[in-house]
C-alpha cells in the first residue's frame, strides 16, 4: 500500500467500541432515558450478536465515564443528574480545610440575546441565533463562592426563565427532566483574572482581587456542545481539585 492510499486507510475500531457506540445512540435516540434500567449484558449481547464479554467491557468503560452506573444486584441504570451522587461531579471546588459546606445556588439573571462570534462558535450556532444567557452565585455554606455566566441555545431550552430556574431542581436535572438535554462530558480551561465590579460585589471581594476563571464547555450525547459556561471562583477559603489518573 502506498502512502497516498494508507492515509485514506478507515481506522480500526475494537469490537467493544463499536458495540459502546451502538449503546450510545440507544441512548441518544431516549431508548433507555436517564434513570432507566438498560437490557441485561446478555440480553444486548443477543440484540447485538457478540460476546457477552465484549458488552460487559463496553458498559465498564460506559461506567468509568460516568454514562452508566451498575447497581450490584439490580442491573445497570443510565446515569441521572437527579441522584445525589452526582449534585458534585462537575463541580471540583473544595474548602481548604477539607470540610464539606452545604451548597446553595441562587439564580440572579436569565435573559434572551442573539449569538456572538465567540458564543456561536463554542456551541456550533448560526451567529445571531437565539441564546438564552443565565447568572448564578454559588454559596458555600454562607460564602459567595463562584459566580456563574451560562450561556445556552434557546432552542434546546425554549422556555427558560428565571422563574423555571429557581424552582429548586439542581441546574442539570432540570435541563434532563424538563428540556431532555443529558449533560455528560465537560472541558474546562482555568486562568487567573481580576475581579471586575460586579463579580467582585457578589463574591464579596476587593476590586481586582485575583479570582480563578474557569471557563467550561459542556457535552451532550454525540459530542453536542449544549452549555458554555464561564465561572469566576473565590480562592480565599476554597481550591480548585482534579484527580487524575
Not at 447497581?71 to 464539606?100: C, E, I, M, Y
Request: aromatic content about 8%.
Amino acid at each position: 500500500m502506498n502512502r497516498a492510499s494508507s492515509m485514506h486507510a478507515p481506522t480500526f475500531s475494537p469490537l467493544y467500541r463499536q458495540i459502546k457506540q451502538l449503546i450510545m445512540g440507544n441512548l441518544e435516540s431516549g431508548e433507555w432515558g436517564p434513570g432507566d434500567a438498560i437490557p441485561s449484558e446478555s440480553e444486548l449481547a443477543g440484540r447485538f450478536g457478540v460476546s457477552q464479554g465484549t458488552v460487559r467491557k463496553a458498559i465498564d468503560e460506559m461506567a468509568a465515564e460516568n454514562l452508566l452506573v451498575r447497581q450490584q444486584g439490580k442491573g445497570t441504570f443510565v446515569a441521572t443528574h437527579k441522584d445525589p451522587g452526582s449534585a458534585f461531579r462537575f463541580l471540583r471546588v473544595v474548602a481548604n480545610d477539607g470540610l464539606p459546606r452545604v451548597s446553595q445556588s441562587i439564580p440572579l439573571e436569565c435573559w434572551r440575546a442573539k449569538a456572538g462570534p465567540d458564543v456561536a462558535r463554542t456551541l456550533a450556532l448560526e451567529p445571531g441565533a437565539p441564546i438564552t444567557i443565565l447568572r448564578r452565585l454559588l454559596k458555600l455554606g454562607d460564602e459567595p463562592v463562584v459566580f456563574d455566566e451560562i450561556y445556552l441555545s434557546s432552542e434546546l431550552f425554549p422556555d427558560l426563565t428565571l422563574e423555571v430556574v429557581r424552582a429548586g431542581e439542581s441546574l442539570y436535572g432540570l435541563f434532563e427532566s424538563r428540556y431532555g438535554v443529558c449533560m455528560v462530558r465537560a472541558d474546562e480551561r482555568l486562568r487567573a483574572v481580576a475581579a471586575d465590579r460586579v463579580s467582585a460585589e457578589l463574591l464579596k471581594v476587593a476590586d481586582g482581587s485575583p479570582l480563578l476563571l474557569v471557563e467550561r464547555v459542556t457535552f451532550s450525547y454525540a459530542q453536542k456542545p449544549v452549555e458554555w459556561r464561564r465561572g469566576f471562583y473565590s480562592t480565599r477559603n476554597h481550591h480548585y481539585r482534579n484527580e487524575l489518573g
